[in-house]
């Protein structure tokens, strides 16, 4: 089942499950009198019900329910939908009654209604899972992984993987390394895969020989990924293989896909790792979502109101800034450039111009610098007061871009810093950011050591993201913006 079909029928389910859990409850409400002028009014009860399955289905988008658990625990699940109906009850239950004392039969039909749609709801949820586990027994829906580690551990994990099919996982290539350059076959799921010395001939679709000490280099495994497009990395090393852990955790930092390592390397990866069991195949997650679910959506949330009222609420001041920008120097107000966002995406990023048109033509990309000379009067301005930033809230309104995150960098200084600097990937983990911890806390980049720096910044938030974090930075920008002490 592909993921767009997987979400779908949820959808659908849920609000079939939702709309039947109501039928029924107005049925027990109209037969023991519970709630007649509140919650089931005469006439009105196909209405109620649209509202109400709206709001669950909001409520279920908002707290994660339908992002994927593609071969995950249903009881799992089935917890998460008992805790969120939970809070979705009490909250009903205080919207409902805000103004008047509820009877005690009222708090029990409250108590119904939420038994009704928990279990209505798990139902629907645990036949669209069987139906999933059917199609990925029969080979339909799988992810795409591929492995990671010295060639007798990859064959036993290919191994491994054959035993548990509802695992859903089809092995579509290896990066193997070898003590000696010394033919192996492995067996997968009945047919025989030969791996040859670093020639590579006669090797599975996609899969890179790597001998110990030459060969080629696990950097290829990015191109791989993107090649045969792969969702899931297992890795099958040692406990004392930590050079080649870390050298496979740089080059997949912002790429698209979840990293599995086999339970040797527990102790290695210490508090970046959770552990899964799929369907009896032991594997631990390597680098999981930074923060919960439904502070993710509470942070788009707050991303797409509070750009939309900037820009729409300061348009005539916006148009006059640009009307300045062209007036003060030749050349375009807003100033297109291309930035890495997220999972290493490339997207065009928006700011009022700030320098001379054609700043960089004849030197070609370089660092801004203090007292910078291509930065015009006005531009200065702008900068001091950080309102040059305003146009990327376009970009936070399209996704491309969050309020707070680590500043979006471009494609020929991330080439330079991701062979400079070890971990600079994993700044591509998040959504980038007009603002940020290392905006707030170090200067522009001038050098290397600018780059270092900041990074430490990018990736403490990264490891504590936060609500609460985010609204300190941007109280620290407003501050900075309103003391004219940007650069």
Not at 32 to 59: D, F, K, N, R
Not at 95 to 100: A, E, K, R, S, Y
Not at 317 to 345: F, K
Request: aromatic share 8%.
């Amino acid at each position: 089942m592909s993921r767009r079909l997987e979400l779908l029928a949820l959808l659908l389910i849920d609000a079939a499950a939702l709309c039947a859990a109501y039928a029924a409850f107005s049925l027990l409400c109209r037969q023991y009198g519970w709630l007649e002028s509140h919650l089931i009014a005469p006439g009105s009860v196909a209405a109620t019900m649209a509202v109400l399955c709206a709001g669950w289905l909001v409520l279920f988008l908002f707290t994660g329910m339908y992002q994927e658990r593609f071969a995950a625990s249903r009881f799992d699940e089935l917890a998460s939908l008992v805790k969120v109906t939970a809070v979705g009850a009490l909250l009903l239950f205080f919207v409902v009654f805000i103004d008047v004392m509820p009877s005690s039969d009222a708090r029990a039909a409250i108590a119904v209604y939420w038994g009704a749609v928990a279990g209505a709801v798990a139902l629907g949820r645990l036949g669209v899972r069987a139906v999933q586990k059917a199609l990925i027994l029969r080979g339909h829906g799988l992810h795409k992984a591929v492995v990671v580690g010295w060639s007798e551990r990859v064959e036993q994990l290919y191994r491994e993987v054959a035993r548990y099919p509802a695992a859903g996982l089809e092995i579509v290539g290896a990066v193997r390394l070898h003590h000696q350059p010394l033919p192996v076959r492995v067996s997968s799921g009945g047919e025989d895969l030969e791996a040859v010395p670093a020639s590579g001939d006669g090797l599975p679709l996609g899969q890179i020989d790597l001998v110990e000490g030459g060969g080629r280099s696990i950097a290829e495994l990015p191109a791989l990924i993107d090649r045969l497009g792969v969702q899931d990395v297992l890795i099958a090393l040692g406990p004392d293989d930590h050079a080649y852990l870390d050298e496979v955790l740089r080059v997949c930092d912002g790429k698209p896909v979840a990293l599995k390592l086999v339970p040797d390397f527990y102790a290695a990866v210490g508090g970046m790792a959770r552990t899964e069991h799929l369907y009896g195949l032991p594997l631990i997650e390597v680098l999981p979502e930074p923060i919960p679910t439904w502070e993710k959506s509470t942070k788009r949330l707050i991303d797409i109101t509070a750009s939309a009222v900037v820009l729409l609420a300061g348009l005539p001041l916006w148009l006059l800034l640009g009307a300045l920008v062209r007036l003060s120097s030749p050349g375009p107000a807003i100033y297109r450039q291309t930035r890495v966002g997220q999972h290493g995406r490339p997207f065009t990023m928006y700011k009022f111009r700030t320098m001379v048109n054609g700043a960089e033509a004849a030197t070609g990309p370089v660092w801004a610098q203090k007292g910078d000379r291509r930065v015009t009067p006005l531009g200065r301005l702008l900068r001091r007061l950080r309102l040059d930033e305003v146009p990327q809230l376009w970009n936070v309104l399209r996704g491309d871009m969050s309020l707070v995150g680590p500043r979006p960098e471009r494609p020929y200084f991330v080439a330079q810093h991701v062979e400079a600097i070890p971990l600079y990937s994993r700044r591509h983990r998040v959504k980038p950011g007009i603002t940020g911890l290392a905006q707030v806390k170090w200067r522009y980049d001038g050098d290397l050591d600018d780059v270092r720096q900041k990074l430490k910044y990018d990736l403490f938030y990264i490891e504590n993201m936060s609500l609460r974090m985010d609204t300190q930075i941007l109280f620290q920008t407003v501050r900075t913006a309103i003391l004219g002490k940007g650069q």
